[in-house]
């Protein structure tokens, strides 16, 4: 993502701009008619337990409402809703249980009081568990990666998430972007399937065509993991038109193809 040039861009537009505020880590590939409008998407790459993440947020919504021109989408996250038995949309409330869902519901919070107060074109984009070639090296499918390519061990654990590619994601900004939204508007972005860790296991393999040094060990790593994590796509898909392209299998077929040549 060039987040440099939108940060470049949009200081070339408005000089008063906090860079650091302006676009937090921007996970967007580009800004429209920068003369006229200029598309902020926040995502913080640490949370601190002080609210950074809160504070980062409010300073770009204020510089939202000295430019109500400007359209905001704030990229909010599915842990926010916390743990449900059932499939979590857009008008479930906030439950979370650590830090990290916490900061994040209170930024998606501020987004909905400034686009309701101040009449602001600012929506929150609620991504389930996103995944893509560049992501950090942590996580999962880069642990695959290195397991399988590097001959590096790894342990798995049990776990359950509803899996978007990140080119569907994008597409769905995209979208998102070709309409206008009601004030407060939140939209999750998913595939509406969860995929258990031990699937997510059987299809790289399949793709990879051959085991790699991979230790199951099961139980869940956290205690408060769910079985159940799973996207309410119906919001998405009858306002916007949004459904996902990759499945599971050309995801991870596509993030191989992109590390091989990286």
């Known amino acids: 993502f060039s987040t440099m040039r939108q940060l470049q861009a ?24 920068l003369s006229q409008e200029i598309l902020a998407l926040s995502i913080t790459s640490v949370v601190l337990p002080d609210g950074t993440e809160v504070t980062n947020n409010q300073h770009i919504l204020e510089w939202v409402r000295n430019c109500p021109t400007t359209r905001m989408i704030y990229i909010g996250s599915s842990s926010e809703y916390g743990l449900l038995n059932r499939a979590a949309n857009e008008t479930d409330r906030i439950n979370p249980i650590d830090i990290y869902q916490a900061t994040k519901g209170a930024a998606s919070l501020l987004c909905q009081g400034y686009s309701r107060y101040y009449k602001l074109q600012i929506a929150v984009a609620r991504i389930y568990s996103g995944y893509g ?17 590097k001959n590096q061990p790894m342990t798995l654990r049990d776990g359950v998430h509803d899996f978007i590619y990140i080119n569907d994601f994008l597409r769905g900004i995209d979208m998102l972007l070709a309409k206008e939204w009601p004030w407060g508007e939140i939209v999750n972005f998913g595939s509406g399937q969860q995929t258990t860790n031990l699937e997510v296991l059987e299809v790289w393999n399949r793709v990879v065509g051959h085991d ?16 159940i994590w799973c996207c309410d796509t119906s919001h998405a898909q009858s306002q916007y038109g949004f459904k996902t392209e990759y499945n599971l299998e050309d995801g991870i077929r596509d993030l191989i193809r992109i590390k091989n040549v990286k």
């Open 10 to 33: 949009a200081e070339a537009a408005n000089k008063d701009i906090e860079t650091k505020a302006a676009i937090a880590d921007a996970g967007y590939k580009q800004l429209t008619d």
């Open 133 to 149: 070639a560049y992501e950090r090296e942590r996580r999962l499918y880069p642990t695959l990666y290195r397991a399988s390519f």
């Open 212 to 227: 790699s040094p991979i230790e199951y060990v099961p139980g869940y790593s956290k205690h408060y993991d769910t079985n």
